[in-house]
């Protein structure tokens, strides 16, 4: 039973990965002035760059270290006492397990001690519903998720009501990114530093494939593209700066038009099942759509096609509290909640759409949706 005539307050906890994160969101009476209190989130960049990537164990005994006080900042920076939270909402997947251990135990003991609410929220639903926390989006819309873990479209319905449209068939688009810093001997994280260097390089240097364009099969492929950037780098080996800008300025434009062109189909098969929509919108959602010319170019297109585009600020895009809080708010209201909340246990793989068939290969560690 959905509850407007009510105020919420919720305390969100987010340990998926390498962010440890804590935030208060709150909603008034009538669904009035979504307002994040706070949104702490404690990154650890440094602790896996010497490694060139995430080591789950270290990933896990830093959200241990940090927790519980990025929690008590959350709860002092929004004028906040654990007693005025109406639940408290944690990441319980997909993600690195032990990470998600260490928040969802946390979460289920400060709920059991406090008297509270446990939400158990699927961490893509967190970035699937942020566009009505920041835009106040009205449902359905499309959602276009792209991170180091995830690169899908999906339909979002309604909160818990998802149609998985298109997947990666093998490498996540954040995957690739990351996997080309490396190749070309560029600091972690990989994304943010290949769009640096191909500010500085020439897109039309190096043709390399644009995966899937023109396929009437909707999903993604990113494993051929860095194979081409790979093939690139040997044969031009020793490389230098210029050399690695240009195959960065390279790649990001064959991202860029690989995804336009998977987009566009989703577009039209949007106008085609909902009609009678009338400002429909594409969110594009996860640390890679940070990426200045991605969303250019998507933002382009959707004016093209009369599709309202909306990104929600950079540090709601990437890993944080606040969309788990938003979460757990829009589950509250809608009256989505579990009595069963404190046996769940923390799912490495939870596809938001559960009724999509899992693709093999579909990003880092295998299918995950």
């Not at 500085?200 to 995966?211: E, L, M």
Request: charged share 20%; with cysteine; hydrophobic share 45%.
């Amino acid at each position: 039973m959905v509850q407007r005539d009510k105020s919420f307050r919720v305390l969100g906890i987010e340990t998926s990965c390498d962010e440890t994160a804590a935030s208060v969101v709150a909603l008034e009476a009538g669904g009035r002035g979504p307002k994040i209190l706070s949104n702490i989130v404690l990154s650890q960049i440094e602790e896996h760059a010497a490694f060139g990537g995430v080591v789950p164990e270290i990933a896990a005994r830093a959200h241990v270290e940090a927790l519980d006080g990025v929690i008590e900042a959350a709860l002092a920076d929004s004028g906040t006492d654990l007693s005025e939270i109406d639940a408290i909402a944690a990441t319980a997947g997909p993600g690195l397990v032990g990470g998600l251990i260490v928040g969802l135990m946390t979460a289920k003991a400060m709920a059991m001690s406090a008297g509270k609410p446990l939400i158990a929220v699927n961490h893509l639903e967190g970035h699937a519903l942020t566009a009505r926390l920041t835009d106040g989006l009205a449902f359905p819309y499309l959602l276009l998720l792209v991170s180091g873990g995830h690169t899908q479209i999906v339909l979002v319905r309604g909160v818990g009501d998802y149609q998985r449209w298109a997947t990666t068939i093998d490498d996540a688009l954040g995957e690739a990114f990351d996997k080309t810093a490396k190749m070309l001997g560029l600091p972690y994280p990989g994304g943010p530093n290949v769009e640096i260097a191909a500010t500085r390089g020439d897109p039309s240097r190096f043709a390399f494939p644009r995966p899937m364009k023109g396929e009437q099969r909707p999903d993604f492929s990113f494993s051929g593209l860095k194979t081409a950037v790979r093939q690139a780098a040997t044969e031009i080996s020793p490389l230098s700066d210029k050399d690695v800008a240009d195959i960065c300025a390279s790649f990001q434009l064959a991202v860029s038009d690989a995804l336009g062109d998977r987009v566009l189909r989703a577009l039209s098969r949007f106008r085609s099942e909902f009609p009678d929509t009338a400002s429909p919108a594409l969110v594009v959602a996860g640390g890679v759509a940070a990426n200045r010319q991605i969303k250019a170019t998507l933002e382009a297109l959707c004016g093209e096609y009369g599709f309202r585009f909306v990104a929600p600020p950079h540090i709601l895009c990437t890993d944080n509290a606040a969309m788990i809080a938003w979460a757990g708010i829009e589950r509250l209201r809608a009256g989505m909640t579990d009595p069963h909340a404190m046996d769940f246990v923390p799912r490495s793989r939870w596809p938001l759409d559960s009724i999509s068939a899992p693709v093999v290969g579909s990003g880092r560690r295998g299918a995950k949706a």
